[in-house]
């Protein structure tokens, strides 16, 4: 499973990635978790508000910082 963290740095964006990274601990999943910051690979999943979650290529949440719990079924 590959996870994708968009946003280019912002506290909402580093708070998704360290709760997404507690789901995936948690679930006990085998997951590559990756940081995007590059606005153009951004644009691509045509997110235009940050931060977003990238889940296989698929954009399950943008905007806002779900929480551990929200991420965890995301994920399931």
């Known amino acids: 499973m590959k996870i994708e963290i968009l946003g280019t740095g912002c506290s909402k964006c580093k708070r998704l990635e360290e709760r997404t990274n507690e789901a995936v601990t948690e ?7 990756v940081k995007v910051e590059e606005l153009d690979q951004i644009m691509e999943y045509g ?6 979650l990238v889940v296989d ?9 779900p929480t551990v719990k929200a991420i965890k079924q995301l994920l399931s």
């Open 27 to 33: 679930l006990g999943l085998e997951a590559e978790v």
């Open 47 to 52: 997110v235009f508000k940050t931060p977003g």
């Open 57 to 65: 290529g698929e954009v399950k949440e943008s905007g806002k910082v």
